[in-house]
């Protein structure tokens, strides 16, 4: 009975928690675990041969596969929850800080890392030149070389805060629904001027949700893309048809009244998107896509298949912001370990 209550509990603080967040925060949802990420691939981000390389993500990371950072700030923005990066595999990380702590159901390298906030770890982990300021969790006897852990050491069972193929499942999910969404209106398209990208693209919102389809090669060929319309108008880009999406020197303009978080790039289907000198306004839904994201920016949130390339992502709102709606998860993510805690004593 006590452990229903808890849980009781835990979900009306999550609920309470998301229902107190500004619109801004939640404006376009891709789910109630997927916004809590700044960037999330269901697969891998880099790899052992091309580790995701001098760059910053503001907020939680986390990917489904393995995750490989070389000269890194990940969770820059202080971002509060249960973890400041996040892998289902793998973790393997050089010359860089995590903010808020790392989980990885696989093994874990760091080389002169700092990790401010505790490392739950599965089998395999192993520290050189590198500093925990939190607690050690491993489930095999850790690997330290000159190596400081400012908490406890000890070795149990690893348990993942959180469901990855539930949260894999449910961003396929959001983005096939965002895809069936019927549009609710046409959009400007003037392409009458020269140069490699002659397009130009005028989305205006009416009040509340927006849905538009945009023809894969249409973008390809646009440099620049205006929002226009309704302070409250939330605009749904579903990027349609091809193989592959070039997002690259586009200029975009909002609105006064039309926040970033406003907006979302919908890619279902499309195999391949690279994201290249640009800083795309909005939060990118590509849970099927292999992303390249190099020498740009993303102001909001990233999903993808599988990502490379030296990005940035920006927290959008501000990271303080993003306290409230993390509340509930690390409540509910509480609320288990003492529920598994009961059920073993």
């Given at each position: ?6 849980r009781?509990l ?5 609920l ?7 619109r ?12 809590l990420?700044n960037?999330?691939?269901i ?8 580790p ?9 990371t986390?990917?489904?596969?393995s995750a ?6 990940v ?8 973890f400041?990066?996040l ?8 010359d860089g800080?995590?903010?808020g ?11 002169r890392?700092q990790?401010n906030?505790?490392?739950n770890?599965g089998p395999?982990f ?5 500093t925990i300021?939190g ?16 908490g ?15 949260l894999?499942?449910?961003?396929i ?24 990208r ?5 989305f ?24 226009t319309?309704a ?5 749904i ?9 070039l ?5 975009f303009?909002?609105?006064p009244g ?19 000198l ?12 292999n ?6 920016s ?7 298949k ?8 920006h927290?959008?709102?501000?990271p303080g912001?993003?306290?409230?709606l993390v ?7 509480l609320?288990?370990r003492?529920s598994r805690a009961?059920s073993?004593?």
């Open positions: 009975m006590m452990r229903n209550e808890i009781m835990a979900a009306a603080g999550m309470a928690a998301i229902t107190c967040v500004p801004t925060a939640l404006a376009v949802s891709v789910g109630p675990v997927a916004d990420f960037v999330y691939t697969g891998d981000i880099g790899s052992a041969a091309d995701y390389a001098g760059s910053e993500f503001q907020g939680i986390g990917a489904g596969g490989y950072f070389d000269n890194f700030f969770n820059s923005g202080d971002v509060f929850g249960p400041g990066v892998t289902g595999q793998g973790l393997t990380l050089t800080t995590i903010s702590g790392l989980s990885s159901g696989g093994t874990v390298s760091l080389t890392v990790v906030g505790a490392a770890s395999g192993t520290a050189v030149d590198s300021n607690n050690l969790t491993t489930q095999t006897a850790a690997n330290l070389t000159n190596s400081t852990v400012t406890s050491k000890t070795v149990a069972p690893y348990s993942a805060p959180i469901d990855i193929n539930a894999n499942n449910s961003l999910n959001s983005a096939n629904s965002f895809a069936g969404l019927p549009q609710t209106g046409s959009f400007g398209e003037t392409c009458g001027g020269g140069g490699a002659p397009c130009t693209l005028t205006n919102g009416a009040s509340g949700q927006n849905v538009f389809d945009v023809d894969a090669s249409l973008i390809n060929q646009t440099g620049l893309v205006n929002f319309g302070s409250d108008a939330t605009f880009l579903d990027i349609v048809n091809g193989t592959s999406i997002l690259s020197s586009i200029g303009s909002l609105a039309i926040g970033l978080s406003d907006i979302l790039w919908n890619v279902a289907q499309v195999a391949n998107v690279t994201l290249s640009i800083e795309l306004p909005g939060t990118l839904l590509a849970p099927n896509s992303v390249d994201f190099t020498s740009a993303i102001d909001g949130s990233l999903y993808a599988n990502l490379t390339g030296n990005g940035e992502a927290v959008v709102p501000e912001t993003w306290a409230m509340t509930g998860l690390l409540a509910l993510f609320a288990e003492r009961a073993v004593g």
